[in-house]
């Protein structure tokens, strides 16, 4: 299935110099990710041309997820990063790229999915910041599967901290 085109994702000035190179940006949010007074983000990047090169079974192409925080002098820091945070391009089976976006709320971000064919599923896997460690950690993953014509009948499932433990963000993998 071919794959919509991406619409272009303004980066401001003091941002761009977390795009990789060979990179474009797939999202841009802001909002508050650790409880101060400055204004963070979270950037999802695609490689350029991923369509083409990525293979869900043998070879996904990776989508960097970057946490930035907002700094007094209006830069920002890369605090965290994951290339195992967000699906590739063709992991959403017929429904094609499954990335929804990203929602960032008090200290919690969270990783969109919704993909499949006749058999639908959605997943949401949410981050919480932790300020003792200064880091953000596996809070919530979970989803719904359901069939595109009976969508009444919808299983949910939705693991939390007492079912995977304490999960830094760096450690998380979508793909396992």
């Keep these: 299935m071919a794959q919509e085109p991406k619409i ?3 980066v401001p000035v003091n941002m761009k110099q977390f795009i990789l190179k060979g990179y474009n940006v797939l999202d841009l949010t802001k909002g508050d990710l650790n409880k101060d007074a400055y204004p963070d983000a979270v950037m999802v990047l695609y490689k350029k041309g991923e369509e ?9 192409e990776k989508r960097p997820l970057l946490v930035l925080i907002g700094q007094a002098n209006n830069t920002y820091k890369l605090a965290a990063y994951s290339d195992n945070a967000v699906y590739c391009v063709d992991c959403g089976g ?14 919690y971000f ?5 993909g499949g064919s006749g058999w ?8 919480k910041y932790a300020p003792a460690e200064k880091a953000w950690f596996l809070y919530k993953d979970g989803g719904e599967h359901f069939h595109a ?16 433990g304490k999960v830094p963000f760096e450690k998380f ?3 396992k």
Excluded: A, C, L
Excluded at 152 to 163: F, G, L, R, S, W
């Design 8 to 10: 272009e994702v303004s």
């Design 149 to 164: 014509i009976s969508h009444e009948e919808v299983k949910t499932q939705v693991k939390t901290v007492k079912d995977f």
């Design 94 to 107: 017929q429904m094609g790229d499954p990335f929804t976006g990203i929602t960032i709320k008090n200290g």
């Design 110 to 114: 969270s990783v969109e999915h919704y």
């Design 52 to 60: 083409k090169t990525s293979d869900v079974i043998d070879h996904p």
């Design 173 to 175: 993998d979508i793909y």
């Design 120 to 127: 639908r599923w959605t997943r949401i896997i949410t981050f």
